[in-house]
């Protein structure tokens, strides 16, 4: 019988895109059983290649901008478009105008950077004729609350003397408040959909700055400051607003840029796979398989959280499917994900070596440990049965 496998991953932050990540996969498993039918179902969930992504699964197009980078440099940025939909549909993609890649390795201060650029994206894609724009939050390279975003689209945040706040995190510790009046009108005219990991929050133990600040180059007492200041934004928020942000749903996603989408563009936070895997056909795919793998560029503390390997492995678990997982990284306690549906996880470092080393090699060491995990299957599948 033709063993059907899935390939489903995601990609390696800063490394490999998704579909490379799978084809990897696909190669190594091809190299233990030729004859297996593999399917390829590279997926994202709102973070690099997402605006592609989307654009490929819907048969749409790609259109290339210019934008304001996180460190306030111009970079290239694609804005996806839907095909096949009534509603023209934009696809935002925030870490092509504000992700962590593009922040220098010796520039990575999240108390500097500015969303400014995904501002700029989304008026572009109002200008192009947008009725729908999805804003995929993740692989963020800031930690501004979206403020460099609104900044861009014509709002006003000031500080106590009246002048516009400065960029980045360490502008919102200045933040007094807001002035809309000269927020672009034809927002009120566009339904934008923010494509986030519900369960970030935006400030508190649990909050943005302390979760994920330093895998942005925050230290410790960089930290403290980022989460006093996004408090101090919730604040100011919560006076013009009354809207108590601190511990919204979503609010925390890419250093807080759900927060301000939610409340200063009017967007609806949704989480990401209830809008992202319908336009994947996951659970169509899954019915036709045999055994899954899937993969991450690390498994860890926060791989439940609303990453990619456990999405896929519940939805696997409620078809009975074994669930195999990828990684170029384990963190501890890496096996937390035994809980959620991962039969068994294993890294594709096969030696100790420098991170852009590990990187060069991703590629070669993915086809490698896909193709030793399909062998021991094999392996397992030929034992004498008692």
Not at 166 to 176: F, K, N, Q, T, V
Not at 213 to 226: L, N, Y
């Amino acid at each position: 019988m033709t063993l059907r496998i899935l390939v489903a991953p995601s990609g390696y932050k800063e490394c490999l895109e998704a579909d490379r990540v799978a084809e990897a996969i696909a190669q190594g498993v091809l190299r233990a059983l030729p004859d297996a039918r593999v399917t390829r179902l590279p997926l994202v969930d709102g973070g690099e290649g997402f605006a592609q992504a989307m654009a490929v699964a819907t048969g749409g197009r790609l259109q290339a901008f210019t934008v304001t980078g996180p460190v306030g440099q111009p970079v290239e940025a694609t804005l996806g478009w839907l095909g096949g939909t009534q509603t023209p549909t934009a696809v935002v993609e925030m870490a092509q105008a504000a992700g962590l890649r593009l922040v220098p390795a010796d520039a990575r201060d999240p108390m500097k950077t500015t969303t400014r650029g995904v501002g700029e994206l989304i008026q572009a894609a109002i200008k192009g004729g947008a009725e729908r724009i999805l804003v995929g939050c993740g692989d963020s390279g800031t930690n501004d609350g979206g403020a460099g975003m609104a900044q861009a689209l014509g709002l006003r945040l000031l500080d106590a003397e009246g002048g516009d706040i400065p960029p980045g995190c360490e502008g919102l510790a200045r933040l007094d408040h807001i002035d809309i009046t000269g927020r672009d009108p034809r927002l009120d005219k566009v339904r934008i959909e923010a494509i986030c990991n519900i369960t970030n929050v935006l400030c508190g133990p649990r909050g943005v700055a302390r979760v994920f600040g330093p895998q942005k180059g925050a230290s410790p007492e960089t930290v403290e400051r980022m989460d006093a200041a996004l408090d101090r934004y919730a604040r100011v928020v919560q006076d013009a607003f009354a809207i108590d942000v601190r511990q919204m749903p979503g609010g925390g996603a890419s250093g807080g840029l759900g927060t301000g989408l939610r409340v200063l563009l009017g967007a609806e936070l949704r989480s990401r796979y209830d809008v992202v895997l319908p336009y994947f056909d996951l659970d169509a795919r899954l019915a036709e398989t045999d055994l899954v793998f899937t993969a991450e560029g690390g498994i860890d503390l926060q791989t439940p959280n609303g990453k990619i390997p456990v999405e896929v492995a519940r939805r696997a678990k409620l078809r009975g499917l074994p669930v195999f997982a990828l990684a170029g990284a384990v963190g501890d306690p890496a096996r937390i994900v035994y809980q959620h549906g991962v039969d068994a996880f294993f890294s594709t470092a096969m030696r100790p070596c420098p991170m852009e080393m590990a990187m060069a090699e991703a590629e070669a060491q993915l086809i490698l440990a896909a193709e030793n995990v399909m062998r021991t299957v094999l392996a397992g599948r030929a034992m004498p049965r008692g």
